[in-house]
């Protein structure tokens, strides 16, 4: 059902869009949950999958993706956000990262949900306004956008960063769809 704006313009409700954001990696892989609704960002959960106990890469890569699996069926969100792939000067850390984020992919796969990915650069630019920040600018600007006062890990609070990227590019085009659509109708009345 459409609602008209003050402009005469229909726009489709708003509901709650729920994101998971996930920072893979082979060691630690970091998870956040945001909400949002209209403009509004908020915090759900966030943690870390911690894996350096696992004797083996494949038992690590289980380990990932039982977590990712879990926090889905969990907190049932709407899409997963994650880092793209970066080119790496270590090849073996870029291998063992690609198979961390493959088993994020999988996950995902198989729970029906859709994946939508982002350079860190643009990443760091959606919640820093920077897009080289640091880690500790992130951390710093996901607690303040988030209001979230206890210390984060850094790999939870790039998955939130990675969910609230999303969040504010939906919303970025959600306003070009609606500015559009006003230009037309703007046109047709003409």
């Given amino acids: 059902m459409a609602v008209p704006g003050h402009d005469g313009v ?30 509004s960002l908020n915090h759900i959960a966030h943690g870390i999958i911690a894996t350096a106990g696992a004797p083996a890469q494949a038992d690590r890569l289980s380990l990932i993706y039982r977590g990712i699996e879990e926090v889905i069926q969990l907190y049932r969100p ?19 990262l690609g198979q961390a984020r493959g088993v994020a992919l999988l996950a995902a796969a198989h729970r029906g ?18 897009g080289q920040a640091s880690k500790e600018q992130v951390q710093k ?3 303040a956008l988030l209001h979230v006062a206890e210390k984060m890990a850094a790999d939870a609070a790039d998955a ?3 969910a609230i990227c999303h969040l504010h590019r939906q919303s970025f085009h959600s306003r ?12 047709n009345r003409r």
Wanted: aromatic share 8%; charged share 20%.
């Fill in 176 to 187: 070009v769809l609606q500015a559009e659509r006003a230009g037309a109708l703007r046109q």
């Fill in 160 to 162: 939130l960063a990675a």
């Fill in 113 to 130: 949900v859709t994946v939508n990915e982002y350079a860190a650069a643009e990443i760091k630019m959606a919640v820093v306004g920077y």
């Fill in 10 to 39: 229909n726009r489709a409700p708003i509901y709650p869009r729920r994101i998971i954001g996930i920072d893979p990696g082979t060691m630690v892989t970091g998870w956040g949950v945001v909400e949002a609704i209209g403009d």
């Fill in 78 to 96: 709407d899409g997963i956000s994650l880092e793209r792939v970066f080119f790496a000067r270590n090849a073996q850390s870029a291998l063992k």
């Fill in 141 to 143: 600007m996901v607690a």
